[in-house]
């Protein structure tokens, strides 16, 4: 019996897409894991966007939602669509990953039986500046960053965290 990797469908929110798309498509095309498929749910401003995936990803696959009906709503289209998909990776229109991501998600969601993991989130420009890592409450319900604005990478966030808010611009489900 083959053992197979499970699946996993990528869904890109896109809404009047910018020039991040491609870049997106593109490190979603270069990950190192097999059994990773990609649905873009264009929403709302829908103009090039098919022929805008199909340069960079030919076997993606494009939903066009002809209104804006938000972040949320779009994801659970995407996720209305699929059948079969073990995980769902869901995903803002400008972020880049690095190619072993959607591995080390798959990973990380087995080894700790979490229902939701996400990266940490590092300046698109710099990659050395966190933005984000999650948030955690203290006892009386205040949420507080776990880094400080404009804090720099040191591998001081690597390790895996339960948050109580995580950043939502890539989420494993």
Known sequence: MENRAPAVVAVVVTTGPGPGLEATLASLAAQDYAELSVLVVANGDTTGVSERVASVDPGAFVRVLEENRGFGAACNEGARLVEGAA????????????????????????????????????????EMVLLHVGQNADRFGVVRDRIERGEVDHGQQDLERDVFVAPGGVTLV
């Open 87 to 126: 995980f769902f990776l869901f995903c803002h229109d400008d972020v880049r990953l690095h190619d072993d991501v959607v591995s080390r998600l798959v990973e990380s969601a087995y080894r700790t039986n979490a229902g939701v993991v996400t990266p940490k989130a590092v300046a698109y420009d710099d």
